[in-house]
């Protein structure tokens, strides 16, 4: 099974997401597939990407990650600025969200370095705190959805919460990923 490890947001900034995204949407004329915009139930923060899991691998992440939560305090991170991954022709366009916490970088790199003792790659990329609100399919769309980013780079919802640590399924769909929690940690 596909497996990742997240934090959750809350309905406030979901919604928020949610109205971001529908206001995003009406100002980019783009074709209607040339953008697959993530449902605001299934966005969240996305801390490491595991992909094929063995069943037997998913009780030692769910060990790890409760560990590494039970060393952690929960903490606030502001979600804001919008922006996107691909350069001037954008594939990702995404929120951040706590770009600057260090709790939230030091709860990643614990996660990191935990997973890796036990035989999980480090990720090469940087840790980039994001919240994905669209993966873009179309090269012209990206160039449109790339100058749009730029217009919302002071954009804010606020703050929100980080107090618990999740490993999820992903189940790919021909309707999208359907993600199940397989263990909720909670941090200090």
């Known amino acids: 099974m596909r497996c990742f ?6 309905d406030t900034i979901r919604a928020g997401l949610s109205d971001l995204q529908q206001r ?24 490491k990407f595991l992909g094929e899991t063995r069943d037997e691998q ?17 903490f606030d991170l502001d979600v804001e600025s919008v922006g996107c991954f691909g350069g001037r022709s954008a594939r990702v366009l995404w929120v951040g ?25 480090r990720e090469q990329r940087k840790f980039s705190a994001h919240l994905t609100l669209c993966r873009i399919r179309n090269a012209g769309a990206g160039v449109k ?12 919802l606020g703050a ?6 999740s490993v999820y399924r992903s189940e790919l769909t021909p309707k999208g990923p ?11």
Request: charged share 25%; aromatic share 6%.
């Open 178 to 188: 359907i993600y199940t929690v397989l263990g909720n940690y909670k941090l200090l």
């Open 58 to 74: 998913v009780v030692e992440v769910c060990r790890i990650v409760a560990d590494v939560a039970g060393r952690h305090k929960g």
């Open 5 to 10: 490890i997240a934090i959750d947001i809350d």
């Open 97 to 121: 969200a706590g770009l600057d916490c260090d709790a939230l970088l030091q709860l990643q790199e614990d996660l990191e370095l935990q997973l890796e003792q036990v035989g999980w790659p």
């Open 24 to 47: 995003l949407a009406g100002q980019v004329d783009v074709r209607k597939g040339d953008v697959k915009w993530v449902s605001p139930e299934a966005i969240h923060l996305t801390l």
């Open 145 to 156: 959805i790339a100058k749009l980013a730029g217009q919302y780079k002071d954009f804010s």
């Open 160 to 165: 929100m919460s980080a107090d618990s640590v």
